[in-house]
């Protein structure tokens, strides 16, 4: 049996970790002439498999299932906009510092719920 759960945080965590290499590739590359911003989409992606077809695919009752969320992996997409200067570069340092905080704060939280979850079945495992 899998455990979709696990696969979809042990899939955040792939892609907050990727997320994590783009915004520093983007703050490495804040002085470079030309340089595009990117970034890592998985939430959109995994509410999208979620929702897939309209409906969630359901193992029980009074479960919400997601049997196509646990397939979502972090895409790494080029920013489009406007130039922040006059060199072509569009990396916004502001953002990427805000985006950077949020990103740890997301991590962590996933780790968290990793740690529960083996924390459970450790338990389960000892008694």
Not at 25 to 47: C, D, H, M, R, W
Not at 84 to 90: S, T, V
Request: no cysteine.
């Amino acid at each position: 049996m899998k455990d979709l759960t696990y696969q979809i945080v042990k899939n955040g965590l792939d892609a907050s970790a990727k997320r994590q290499r783009v915004i520093s590739s983007n703050i490495a590359n804040v002085n470079t002439p030309g340089y595009k911003a990117s970034t890592v989409k998985f939430e959109t992606e995994l509410q999208k498999a979620i929702e897939k077809n309209g409906t969630l695919v359901t193992t029980h009752e009074k479960h919400l299932g997601a049997a196509e969320a646990f397939k979502v992996t972090g895409q790494v997409e080029k920013v489009e906009g406007s130039a922040m200067n006059e060199n072509g570069n569009n990396v916004d340092i502001d953002r990427e510092m805000v985006d950077l905080a949020a990103n740890e704060i997301y991590y962590n939280a996933l780790i968290e719920q990793v740690n529960r979850k083996l924390s459970g079945m450790s338990y389960v495992i000892n008694r």
